[in-house]
């Protein structure tokens, strides 16, 4: 006898948009997927499990049209920070999702890194005209 399933794709679609709206809205709050699943009387792990079905569907666009606009500026020379190694399309058998994934995760590193040490040379900048 195959499994039955217990919510219309309806009920699965609507709850889910309303999570993604919700999310966009909302996004400091961590209760809209229970507030969700009561709302629309469906099960919080269901609701959870539609949403990283959706979220993995969707990630390889999202990823590509989401890469923030790095912007310079001329506060104080920075040392180069050093080149990350190139990342292989597949690495220990990951999707080239994956390896995107990681090769923006290190560009993001790189990046906090450079602004971590411009916000230190602006507070020495800072204590030098602020002690005179």
């Known amino acids: 006898m195959p499994f039955e399933q ?5 009920t699965r679609e609507a709850s889910l ?6 999310r966009e809205a ?3 709050n961590r209760a809209i997927i229970r507030e969700t699943a009561d709302e629309f009387q469906v ?7 539609w949403i990283r079905a959706h979220e993995k569907a969707n990630a390889p666009d999202e990823l590509a049209s989401e890469a923030p606009e790095v912007v310079e500026t001329a506060a104080a020379p920075v040392a180069a920070a050093p080149e990350a190694p190139a990342e292989p399309s597949v690495r220990r058998g990951r999707p080239s999702a994956a390896a995107s994934a990681d090769a923006r ?28």
């Open 105 to 132: 995760v290190a560009e993001l590193e790189t990046e906090v890194a450079k602004l971590r040490r411009d916000r230190e040379t602006l507070k020495s900048a800072l204590a030098v005209l602020l002690s005179d």
């Open 26 to 28: 909302e996004p400091g």
């Open 17 to 22: 948009a309303r999570v993604l709206e919700r």
């Open 43 to 49: 099960g919080e792990q269901s609701l959870r499990g």
């Open 6 to 10: 217990k919510y219309s794709p309806d």
